[in-house]
């Protein structure tokens, strides 16, 4: 079964910097886009940034110029490095794979995501 493990969240002040990783296996992986999701108390969980499998990057409005998706493809592993973050960025942050840019379905289960929380 494929898995989702999503590292790297923690404490923060605002206008301070996480860098979030997200492994899975090579099978997934090299084949699909894969995107960042988050999911704050009592909202549903929105998608954050996705990057294709060739590099290509779309982002939310909200985090555009601050976060920053990027993948390794020797390591199975996405990144979102994540800057300047406000208090209005804490939430739960999940990683899913998709089959491109333009399609909405996940294709793996739900990991256990890494809590981010910033402080004003």
């Known amino acids: 079964q494929v898995q989702l493990v999503e590292s790297g969240g923690g404490l923060v002040q605002a206008g301070g910097s996480l860098r979030l990783s997200c492994v899975t296996s090579?099978?997934?992986?090299?084949?699909?886009?894969m995107a960042w999701y988050r999911q704050a108390p009592g909202k549903q969980r929105d998608l954050v940034a996705i990057?294709?499998?060739?590099?290509?990057?779309r982002y939310v409005d909200s985090v555009k110029g601050r976060f920053t998706i990027s993948r390794d493809n020797a390591k199975n592993t996405v990144y979102l490095q994540m800057n300047n973050l406000t208090p209005e960025d804490t939430a739960v942050y999940y990683c899913?794979?998709?089959?491109?840019?333009?399609?909405?379905?996940?294709?793996?289960?739900w990991g256990q995501g890494t809590q981010v929380t910033v402080s004003s």
């Open positions: 899913n794979a998709r089959a491109s840019l333009l399609t909405t379905r996940v294709l793996l289960d």
């Open positions: 090579g099978s997934i992986f090299s084949i699909n886009a």
């Open positions: 990057i294709s499998s060739t590099g290509t990057t």
